[in-house]
């Protein structure tokens, strides 16, 4: 994959439980094993992230393998932090809060991509509207950036389908990314592991880590066609 760094991809949602921490993990892991340099910012007061990766970090024989992160919910200092820590690193991610204050704000000012998980119900995906409003503002005062892409996480086999929610997301002006995450047990399970699904065993972690695998490529393909 020929990928033009530095990116900051921030994973944004103001609706809690959407899979924003989930998401951030695994492609912070998922970009480090191909290689890249990778920073983790957890902008999240719960510090979910952040925990996860230094539990992962610990679990890690060489410090090369190792992941740094950043704890910080400061919105002044987020903005200032994000563009020096994309000085340094190939990839910056950010795992946003579960609210749609300043912090969010400041995430969507400073990324580059913006991924937005949400769960498939219809409740969910209709309070996405808040954030995407917030994209359509940064977008118009930053000329198009972020990037922005929305996908479903945590999909529980036949219930809604993609249809469905394109439907729901009519008039929407973020696309819908065609890979979707499934629920699966093994993704519940991966923090309480310090894990992400690309190192875990097993069927169900082989399927998750090749649906973020084509998650992030498809995402990384909006991105570079602009
Ligand atoms: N695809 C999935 N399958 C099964 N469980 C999942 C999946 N994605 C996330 N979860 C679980 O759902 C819960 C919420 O996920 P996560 O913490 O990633 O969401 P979040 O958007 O970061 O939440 P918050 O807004 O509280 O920070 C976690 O317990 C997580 O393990
Ligand atoms: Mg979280």
Redesign the pocket.
């Known amino acids: 994959m020929s990928l033009s760094v530095p990116i900051v991809i921030g994973?944004v949602?103001q609706?809690?439980?959407?899979?924003?921490?989930?998401?951030?993990t695994h492609a912070s892991v998922w970009f480090k094993r191909l290689s890249y340099s990778v920073v983790l910012v957890d902008a999240?007061g719960?510090q979910?992230?952040s925990d996860w990766i230094k539990q992962i970090n610990s679990s890690m024989e060489s410090e090369d393998s190792w992941i740094p992160c950043v704890i910080n919910s400061d919105p002044e200092e987020l903005f200032k932090l994000i563009p020096e820590l994309k000085q340094k690193y190939d990839i910056v991610i950010v795992?946003g809060?579960?609210n749609i204050g300043e912090v969010t704000k400041t995430i969507l000012f400073r990324s580059d991509l913006a991924l937005i998980?949400s769960r498939e119900s219809f409740i969910d995906l209709r309070s996405t509207g808040k954030i995407l409003e917030y994209v359509a503002q940064a977008k118009e005062l930053r000329g198009g950036l972020p990037i922005a892409a929305m996908y479903l996480?945590?999909?529980k086999a036949n219930t809604l389908v993609l249809k469905d929610a394109e439907g729901a997301l009519k008039n929407v002006i973020v696309p819908l990314l065609k890979t979707m995450?499934?629920?699966?047990?093994c993704?519940?399970?991966?923090?309480g592991q310090a894990n992400t699904v690309f190192e875990m065993r097993g069927t169900g972690p082989k399927a998750?880590a090749k649906s973020f695998d084509s998650l992030f490529k498809e995402a990384l393909r909006i991105f570079s066609n602009g």
């Open positions: 994973f949602n609706k809690g439980g959407a899979g924003k921490t989930t998401g951030a999240d719960q979910s992230s795992d809060p579960a998980p996480n945590a999909v995450i499934h629920d699966r047990t993704l519940r399970d991966a923090s998750a």
